[in-house]
Structure formats: structure tokens, C-alpha cells
């Protein structure tokens, strides 16, 4: 089995499957395609047969991984700042460092 990590993660799967999950879960539509008879389908049937959705899971777990990755991006966002304070008068002090021994020499 090949895991695709772009397709796996990426949060619009997530958010347009949690929408179609809630909008057809539990709807019965009519089916016009024979005039004669009373035929209903399924929400489950579309989000299945058409959208080809996975129903291993609920819309609230679509929401939950979305949740989580707002956190998680919020993590990293603080990690990337605060190593970007603590490696920026690292890097300032080399340059004066080496700007200064050119001048002198």
C-alpha cells in the first residue's frame, strides 16, 4: 500500500469531505431517472458512488483533524519564531564580526 502524505494531509480534503458528509448524510433524494417508479437514493449512496468519499469515519472527525492541524500549524509557526529570535543575534553578531576583521585587515 502507497501512503501519498501530500494527498493524506492536506486540509481540504478534510474540510470538503466534513461539508459533503453534512449536507447528504441521512437525505433521500428521488431518483427522476425512471419516470414510472418512486425510486429514492441514499445521501450515503452519492457520497459513496458519486463523490467517492470515504464513510470509514464520521464529520466530526473531519473536524477534529482539522482542528488539529490549526494547532499544529500554530506550533510551528511559534517554533519558527522563536528559533528565529534566538539564531538572528547569532547570525548579526557574526556578520559585524567578520565585517569588522575585512576593515581592519
Given at each position: 500500500m502507497k501512503l501519498n502524505i501530500s494527498s493524506t494531509f492536506h486540509?481540504?480534503?478534510?474540510?470538503?469531505?466534513?461539508?459533503?458528509?453534512?449536507?447528504?448524510?441521512?437525505?433521500?433524494?428521488?431518483?427522476?431517472?425512471e419516470k414510472f417508479q418512486m425510486n429514492m437514493i441514499n445521501g450515503e449512496d452519492i457520497l459513496r458512488d458519486t463523490w467517492q468519499i470515504k464513510m470509514d469515519y464520521s464529520k466530526w472527525m473531519d473536524l477534529v483533524i482539522l482542528l488539529g492541524m490549526v494547532v499544529l500549524y500554530m506550533i510551528l509557526f511559534l517554533?519558527?519564531?522563536?528559533?528565529?529570535?534566538?539564531?538572528?543575534?547569532?547570525?548579526?553578531?557574526?556578520?559585524?564580526?567578520?565585517?569588522?576583521?575585512?576593515?581592519?585587515?
Open positions: 486540509w481540504s480534503k478534510y474540510a470538503y469531505e466534513g461539508l459533503f458528509k453534512n449536507a447528504f448524510e441521512g437525505l433521500k433524494i428521488r431518483d427522476d431517472r517554533l519558527f519564531i522563536k528559533v528565529g529570535e534566538k539564531v538572528k543575534p547569532t547570525i548579526r553578531a557574526f556578520m559585524t564580526i567578520s565585517s569588522n576583521e575585512i576593515n581592519s585587515a
